[in-house]
């Protein structure tokens, strides 16, 4: 297999070329997603493809009727593409930040979510909403959250968490694909990070978390941008003689229990590393996970590495105190040895 | 053709005499299934709550009449209606109020989850106003798909001052979808009268917003409403956009089953009841259509016999099993 160095962005971007070539339901709906829509001159058109670039390019190449540019209409934009999944069409609906849930929240929560299931299985809404998390680009509070383990909450959804490029791509095709609501959560600290993908048809399954390193003696299971800090404390550790194992679970709905569970049994020990705010968070949720399946197997009470239990500050210094940091994980880890 | 017969078919919005009786059974249908879960609901054999759209019978019979079979509606908390006029099945739609294994739903949606999106019935909705955005959407599909289809929104007052009823509308204007959005103004949110909670006369003055046609109509004639209906869909079908319809109307029973109603005058509700819309069409529409009062009365006694039965399906029905729970949350549970 042939592999390309592509940025998370490219990566992103190649995968809804893709399944946009490959199949003619698959529409692009979302803010600024062309840039221009009031234009004919391509050039100005596709001025933006996206506030932050990933969507470059599409409606250049699949026309305005297939790259819809809304108005600043959240609601208007996950119920349309939730209706119009219900309909024959294969949605790729673009909420710009996560933190903009508020405004929809109805759609996705109530609508998107449950449709299948009120309708006694008999809607079936291939819908993937794209949309961005984490702090570290000074956007603030309203523009920051890690908010993912709200919609892991809602039954009838799917969630994706990719860290890596290859990943970003195989999943993101994977989720247009599949025939129930997913949301899809880029990290935007991600989007120029390199890493090799694949040539050729890339998916990558949904449920299926991954080992990024393997260790043997402490299992730190870290999502999104946190994969590439626990890579970082797991190599600090390494100079201490330290294995640490870094699980990295790619999706959060359907969660890939079996791959933690068993890397636990193995290292007897687990810290999970979440940005998200601590309550009610993924990061408890895999400790309880853990706590309620593979008590036994504990030699250390389970830590959890997180953000704080404030909103995403502005100021740099006080976002960097925010995001979890590998020396925070370095000091987990060592505590439970 | 007469002069005469010119004018009754104008009259008649050019609707066939089989037609009429048709629609009229549709009305029939929907008066006599919300009047029988009145009594059913009181009487404690129905679970959950129940909203009854008895009373408004001529805006779903007449909007429904101008769409074709593959068209798509929307529809809201009171959606019974709705969906006897787009065809759901009778039994169906009863065994789901039931809480039944052959309800619609399997029994897992109730009254206001009630979908058949085989026959473009994209749902019954718990949330106001949160039909219109699904309803823009399944327009766009059309529109995209360039299937011909259009899509019917029916919303009511109260959503009109929800902020989806604008978005939807904004989205839908400015891209000329095929859309419908028809308001069912029965002049109460809940307990809160438009006197209250709007400044504007009339919720199609809203259309101006929009710059697309507010059209104003007495909701208690369905040829009125077909009428209107009619040219809106075929604005819709043409590629010249939306159309927002407002239908003034009025529900009988409360907001929902076993609200009080202290909210309205006797005055006011006798004033709706002298317009009934069954009433209207047998006393304006009917004898010029030679539609005799033994007709509507053989229908009426037809449908009164079909409920029963409906109830005795949905009696007879049994009961989900505790694992139904866990089943159609999603269509694919493990990883492909």
Redesign the interface.
């Known amino acids: 297999m042939t592999l390309r160095e592509l940025s998370y962005r490219e990566a992103i971007n190649e995968a809804l070329v893709e399944e946009m070539e490959r199949d003619e339901h698959v529409i692009l709906i979302g803010e600024d997603v062309a840039g221009a829509p009031q234009s004919d001159d391509p050039d100005m058109l596709d001025a933006w493809g996206g506030v932050l670039g990933v969507t470059k390019g599409l409606v250049g190449r699949f026309g305005k009727s297939r790259v819809l540019d809304t108005p600043i209409t959240e609601s208007a934009i996950i119920g349309a593409a939730t209706g119009a999944a219900a309909t024959g069409l294969r949605p790729v609906a673009e909420l710009m930040f996560s933190s903009f849930v508020g405004v929809c929240l109805d759609q996705v929560a109530n609508q998107a979510a449950k449709m299948r299931y009120m309708f006694g299985g008999k809607a079936r809404i291939p819908l993937t909403i794209r949309t961005t998390i984490g702090a570290g680009i000074g956007a603030a509070a309203q523009h920051s959250d890690s908010n993912y383990s709200l919609f892991t909450h809602y039954p009838g959804l799917k969630c994706v968490v990719p860290s890596n490029p290859a990943d970003a791509k195989g999943l993101l095709k994977s989720a247009i694909r599949d025939d129930d609501p997913i949301i899809f959560f880029e990290n935007k600290v991600l989007y120029d990070t390199k890493g090799p993908v694949p040539d050729g048809e890339h998916l990558v399954p949904l449920g299926q978390g991954r080992i990024a390193l393997e260790g043997s003696d402490v299992t730190i299971v870290a999502l999104s941008r946190m994969v590439l800090v626990a890579l970082e404390a797991a190599e600090q550790l390494a100079h201490e003689g330290i294995r640490a194992e870094v699980i990295d679970p790619r999706t959060i709905s359907p969660l890939d229990e079996t791959l933690i569970l068993e890397s636990v049994k193995k290292t007897e020990r687990i810290v999970v590393v979440d940005e998200d705010n601590p309550r009610c968070s993924m990061a408890t949720d895999i400790i309880a996970l853990v706590a309620t399946k593979a008590f036994d197997h504990l030699d250390a009470p389970p830590a959890m590495v997180t953000a704080p239990h404030s909103p995403v500050p502005f100021s740099p210094p006080l976002e960097k105190f925010y995001v979890p940091s590998a020396d925070q994980i370095v000091s987990a880890v060592r505590a439970m040895l | 053709m007469t002069i005469d017969s010119v004018k009754v078919a104008a009259q008649l919005a050019g609707l066939s005499r089989q037609q009429l009786l048709s629609m009229y059974e549709q009305m029939r249908t929907i008066r006599t299934f919300e009047d029988k879960l009145h009594e059913l609901f009181a009487a404690g054999d129905i679970p959950g709550f129940v909203h009854l759209s008895a009373g408004q019978e001529a805006v779903p019979v007449g909007v429904m009449a101008a769409l074709a079979a593959d068209d798509?509606i929307?529809s809201t908390h009171r959606g019974h209606g709705h969906c006897i006029a787009k065809g759901v099945d009778l039994n169906s739609m009863l065994a789901e109020i039931y809480g039944r294994t052959t309800?619609?739903?399997?029994?897992?949606?109730g009254s206001m989850?009630i979908?058949?999106?085989?026959k473009g019935m994209?749902?019954a909705?718990?949330?106001v106003g949160?039909g219109?955005?699904?309803?823009?959407?399944?327009?766009?599909?059309?529109k995209?798909?360039s299937?011909g289809q259009v899509?019917v929104c029916f919303f009511s007052d109260g959503a009109s001052n929800q902020?989806?009823f604008h978005?939807?509308i904004?989205?839908a204007s400015?891209?000329d979808l095929p859309c419908l959005f028809i308001c069912e103004n029965n002049k109460y949110a809940e307990s809160t009268s438009t006197d209250y909670s709007m400044r504007v006369e009339n919720i199609a003055d809203r259309a101006a917003a929009y710059n697309i046609p507010g059209i104003v109509v007495d909701g208690q004639s369905m040829i009125d409403v077909y009428r209107v209906a009619t040219e809106a869909v075929e604005r819709a079908r043409s590629g010249a956009g939306p159309s927002l319809i407002e239908a003034k109307t009025y529900r009988y029973y409360g907001h929902f089953e076993g609200d009080a109603m202290t909210y309205r005058t006797e005055e006011e509700v006798n004033h709706f009841h002298e317009r009934d819309p069954l009433t209207v069409f047998a006393e304006q529409f009917a004898p010029q259509a030679e539609i005799s009062p033994q007709d509507l009365l053989d229908i009426d006694q037809q449908i009164e016999r079909r409920i029963q039965e409906a109830v005795e399906f949905a009696h007879s029905s049994p009961l989900p099993q505790s694992e139904e729970c866990l089943?159609?949350?999603?269509?694919?549970?493990?990883?492909?």
Request: proline share 2%.
């Open positions: 798509f929307t309800g619609i739903c399997k029994g897992k949606g989850h979908a058949d999106i085989d994209l749902g909705n718990g949330i949160a219109l955005p699904l309803g823009v959407g399944a327009a766009l599909s059309a995209v798909r299937s899509c902020g989806t978005e939807a904004n989205m400015i891209w089943t159609d949350v999603y269509v694919n549970y493990k990883s492909e």
